[in-house]
């Protein structure tokens, strides 16, 4: 059964610090994401990894980056959180697959409130 | 990039009925079209997914349809049953990504 970990369910910041969002999976997935979700917006794609130190933007990157040191490890960082960060964080992995299509694992989530 | 359109955003509907949620995607050379079910306070979760080389799959109460013509996709349930109230995903690839492009979503309710 695939895993895909968050650290944290629940983080409470204020305006201006550094965050950390990290993320495990133990499926040894060579793809991993981080999705915002929002009421209405559905699941937006931040940035997203195809191995290791290699990053991609998704969507909506700006004010976020990444880091992926190792394979199964893919964490989000805030450089500085604003309170239109506030959401609900997803990560995720999956498999090259065939094509450009390929079944997407989610982690739990990581409830963000910037205050 | 893929543009993913989903209606409706909020659906109620009584036990035992059907429900249909559709999607429309704008990438014609997209290929694989999965659905995710999100109960509150969970993870999204896959149920179930079709590629562009068939038209129609079923899993039990639920099915998939793909028109590629039209460029849209649409889930059924059938007999639904409270178990099936959750917010529904549909998603398709975006051109050159290894990602998944998601709709806004679609809050299932299903009344006993």
């Known amino acids: 059964d695939v895993k895909v970990t968050q650290s944290s369910r629940y983080l409470v910041k204020r305006t201006g610090e550094k965050v950390f969002l990290e993320c495990v999976q133990d499926m040894d997935h060579e793809n991993m994401f981080w999705y915002r979700q929002d009421p209405g917006l559905g699941l937006r794609l931040i940035y997203f990894?195809?191995?290791?130190?290699?990053?991609e933007k998704g969507d909506i990157p700006e004010g976020y980056s990444v880091s992926r040191e190792k394979k199964e490890r893919f964490s989000l960082i805030l450089e500085s959180a604003s309170t239109n960060q506030t959401s609900m964080y997803l990560c995720?992995?999956?498999?090259?697959?065939?094509?450009?299509?390929?079944?997407?694992?989610f982690g739990e989530g990581s409830w963000l409130t910037v205050v | 990039g893929e543009n993913v359109e989903q209606h409706p955003s909020t659906l109620s509907v009584q036990e035992g009925d059907s429900a249909v949620i559709k999607c429309t995607y704008s990438?014609?050379?997209?290929?694989?079209f999965p659905w995710y079910k999100q109960e509150l306070g969970k993870r999204p979760q896959l149920i179930i997914d079709i590629r562009s080389n068939v038209g129609e799959k079923k899993d039990q109460r639920i099915a998939v349809t793909l028109n590629k013509t039209a460029k849209h996709f649409s889930l059924h349930i059938t007999e639904t049953q409270p178990e099936d109230s959750a917010v529904y995903f549909c998603a398709a690839p975006p051109p050159g990504r290894r990602a998944l492009t998601f709709g806004s979503g679609t809050r299932l309710q299903v009344q006993p």
């Open positions: 995720a992995s999956s498999t090259p697959g065939r094509g450009r299509g390929n079944t997407i694992y």
């Open positions: 990894s195809y191995d290791v130190k290699m990053k």
């Open positions: 990438d014609s050379a997209s290929n694989y």
